[in-house]
C-alpha cells in the first residue's frame, strides 16, 4: 500500500471474527505515525485500491482476477505503482485482465516489461496484450484492437486520442 500510496499504514483492527481497516499516516520528519482513521474518513483511493491489493498478493497462480478501473480515485503515481504490482503478479502467474481508462496504468505496466527486459522485476512483454476498443458506429458494435508492446516498453502504435491528451492540454496552455 506504501508504494500506492506513499506514508499511508494498513492497520486491521479485530472486530468479532473479522477484521476493521483503519489507516495511520506518517508524518514527515516523525515516527509517531497519527492516530488511526477510519474508512469513511480517508480518501476513497485507499479503500478502493486495497482490495485490488490485496487480491494480486494472495492469489495462486493460475487464479484470475478481474479489475475495473484500478485507477480510481488514485493519484497518478499510484495508478503506476499499482499497475507494476498487477504486471508483477501477472509474471508469477495470475492472470489479469484490466479495463481502464488511464495512461499511467497502461504506462505502468509497459515500465514493468522494460524493466523485465534490463533484467529487473517486471513482466515478460510477451505475457502482456493490449487491446483498444473503439465503437463500429455503422455495425453498433466493438472492435477490438490489439497494440503491439515493442522492446524497451515502447508500443507499435498510439491509440487514437489515448496517450496525447495531456500533450495536446499542455500544448494549448503554452499557446502552442
Known amino acids: 500500500e506504501r508504494e500506492v500510496s506513499p506514508g499511508v ?8 471474527k ?3 481497516l483503519k489507516y495511520t499516516f506518517n508524518k ?3 515516527f509517531t505515525p497519527t492516530e488511526p482513521f477510519s474508512a469513511e474518513n480517508v480518501g476513497f483511493g485507499l479503500s478502493y485500491a486495497l482490495p485490488i491489493i490485496v487480491a494480486a498478493l494472495s492469489s495462486n497462480a493460475d487464479s484470475l482476477i478481474l479489475v475495473e478501473n484500478p485507477e ?3 493519484h497518478p503515481r499510484g495508478q503506476s505503482q499499482l499497475a507494476k504490482l498487477l504486471a508483477l503478479a501477472a509474471h508469477s502467474g495470475v492472470q489479469i485482465i484490466i479495463e481502464t481508462h488511464s495512461e499511467h496504468i497502461i504506462n505502468g505496466v ?6 523485465f527486459e534490463k533484467g529487473e522485476k517486471g513482466i515478460n512483454k510477451d505475457l502482456v496484450r493490449v487491446y483498444h476498443f473503439k465503437r463500429d458506429e455503422e455495425k453498433h458494435c466493438a472492435i477490438a484492437d490489439r497494440i503491439t508492446i515493442l522492446s524497451d516498453g515502447k508500443v507499435d502504435r498510439q491509440p487514437e486520442d489515448f496517450f496525447e491528451q495531456t500533450e495536446k492540454d499542455l500544448n494549448y496552455l503554452l499557446g502552442f
Open 9 to 16: 499504514n494498513v492497520v486491521p483492527t479485530p472486530s468479532g
Open 18 to 20: 473479522a477484521f476493521t
Open 28 to 30: 514527515k520528519n516523525d
Open 72 to 74: 480510481a480515485h488514485l
Open 110 to 115: 509497459l515500465v514493468a516489461c522494460k524493466k
